[in-house]
């Protein structure tokens, strides 16, 4: 078992020993065996077991909760040069070659229509070196799995009753999803991998209400989702008491503040703003399987096309970007995916062009890569893995500024802080972003908060405008839980890392004016 010293302590963290009481190598063996049998080119066997718990509070009384675990395996193949996919729950071994058939027999039909609608594409899978027996645990302290939900209910409860107090908040809503995450792999050329990993969400929301016109508006915590344990909530990686004094104030700030005036602006962008506009202008848009047009029926496709990698200017030279599946808490973060191949971390843009994508094995071989940089996952067992997003992160200039060195260099602008609505088209290039909180930044300094503001651009402009980029001390691991892609639809989480940026001349709308109020 992995025995993982975290910086922040020593910690010693292993995998769940009931998911290891489960039958987990007689069942991949069972199908994995009869899988080549069958003739299989390509075998593997996973194993899931998803736990996932949340808590809602409306006003500091707990108005739901829920307790939910999805466990069974799926065998995929590829035979004959097409894939084969099913799933089961039934934990014998005669019930997993079951399985191990029915994936084969769903590749042989996929043959048949295939070569009936005169399609001549091969699956063929990129190379990638056995990993044998390989044990992976995520970075967390304290498992909250093993917090009494009492305990949990009541903390919530104690932050909501904290923002009741303040005369300008009229109602508080919370909440806090939790997710143990367990996987077994196995496949036919050897690699073995047993993972687990934690995740927690915790958010809270202030509403204020004016009685006199009847007007309100909301802010919530800006702390991001992350892969940490119970910790999280209790003072490792976040100051939720600084926090929690602050908003009552920004928020009565944010009811008195003028609408915003339409125009160009200089913008100081958070990263608890920034991550939202990376996930979806670069994240999703440097997805090679969009890019190549198979994600076109749902997800859509992608501006930056292969036939310009090397050559898009994606933005400003300042623009460094990586995809990562290797980041200390990064929601993405793995040891392995959901084919074997080991996390890594690449160059997406460098020095503002277009330099890689995200892969699976599939894709990575399609368009001749020697090896996947590990972006296949599924969110069930019941799901084929599928090429989704790494942890995508800007990254900071290590002699960057400050977040108020980069509002200092500002006559006329805005400072753009959590994320709030957004819109971006099928292709990822035209897009506007909102917030929780906006301040008017007048000669270098912030001069109180605006509202109804929204900022407007296409992705190679916007990125195209960075004038500045911070330092390390701005640099924050946003994400979210529920990054959405296929059919049928899955989900999942991802972060996305950035510092605070300034952006030159951005266009801003009135979002009140838009709407024709």
């Excluded at 700030?253 to 958070?270: C, F, N, Q, T, W």
Aim: with cysteine; net charge negative; charged share 20%.
């Amino acid at each position: 078992m992995l025995c993982d010293d975290h910086r922040e302590g020593l910690v010693h963290r292993s995998i769940d020993p009931s998911f290891l009481a489960l039958p987990l190598r007689p069942l991949a063996d069972a199908a994995l065996a009869r899988a080549r049998a069958l003739g299989a080119e390509h075998a593997d066997f996973r194993f899931e077991r998803v736990r996932t718990a949340a808590w809602r509070l409306r006003d500091a009384q707990l108005a739901g909760s829920s307790d939910s675990t999805d466990l069974g395996y799926a065998v995929r193949v590829v035979h004959g040069g097409s894939w084969g996919f099913a799933a089961g729950v039934e934990l014998t071994m005669d019930a997993a070659a079951r399985v191990a058939g029915q994936a084969v027999a769903m590749a042989k039909l996929s043959a048949k229509v295939s070569a009936a609608a005169g399609a001549e594409e091969r699956v063929e899978l990129a190379d990638e070196p056995v990993h044998a027996e390989r044990t992976w645990v995520s970075a967390y302290e304290v498992n909250p799995f093993d917090v009494p939900d009492a305990e949990k209910t009541a903390l919530l409860a104690d932050w909501s009753a904290r923002l009741l107090a303040a005369e300008s908040v009229a109602h508080a809503d919370a909440s806090l999803m939790t997710v143990q995450e367990n996987k077994f792999y196995a496949d036919s050329a050897g690699t073995t991998t047993t993972q687990q990993r934690v995740r927690v969400h915790p958010a809270l929301t202030a509403v204020a209400v004016d009685p006199a016109s009847g007007e309100f508006d909301a802010m919530r915590t800006l702390a991001p989702p992350v892969g940490r344990g119970w910790e999280y909530l209790t003072g490792t990686g976040w100051d939720w008491d600084a926090e929690l004094a602050e908003l009552p104030e920004l928020l009565a700030e944010k009811m008195r503040a003028p609408s915003v005036r339409p125009g160009r602006y200089d913008l100081v962008i958070d990263p608890s703003n920034l991550w939202l506009t990376i996930h979806e202008s670069i994240g999703h848009a440097t997805e090679l399987d969009r890019a190549l047009g198979y994600e076109a029926a749902y997800a859509g496709t992608s501006f930056a096309t292969p036939d310009k990698l090397g050559s898009l200017k994606y933005g400003s030279p300042l623009m460094n970007v990586t995809g990562d599946r290797t980041a200390e808490h990064g929601l993405a973060t793995v040891g392995y995916d959901d084919e074997g191949v080991a996390a890594q971390s690449w160059d997406l843009v460098r020095d503002g062009v277009l330099v890689g994508y995200q892969t699976d094995r599939r894709i990575a071989r399609l368009t001749g890569a020697t090896r996947s940089n590990g972006c296949a996952f599924a969110d069930s067992p019941a799901h084929v893995p599928v090429q989704r997003m790494a942890n995508v992160s800007l990254r900071p200039d290590p002699d960057g500024p400050s977040t108020e060195g980069l509002i200092s260099r500002v006559e006329d602008g805005i400072y753009v802080v959590g994320d709030r609505s957004w819109s971006i088209d099928m292709q990822r290039y035209n897009f506007q972003f909102t917030g929780q909180r906006f301040f008017r930044i007048t000669n270098g300094r912030l001069a109180g908060q605006l509202r109804d503001v929204a900022y407007q651009a296409t992705t190679t402009d916007f990125w195209g405008s960075m004038a500045a980029v911070g330092g390390p001390e701005t640099y924050v691991l946003g994400g979210a839980f529920n990054c959405g892609k296929a059919q049928p639809g899955q989900i999942a989480a991802v972060s996305h890392g950035c510092p605070s940026a300034l952006f030159s001349h951005v266009n801003v709308l009135n979002t009140t004016q838009e709407a024709g109020r």
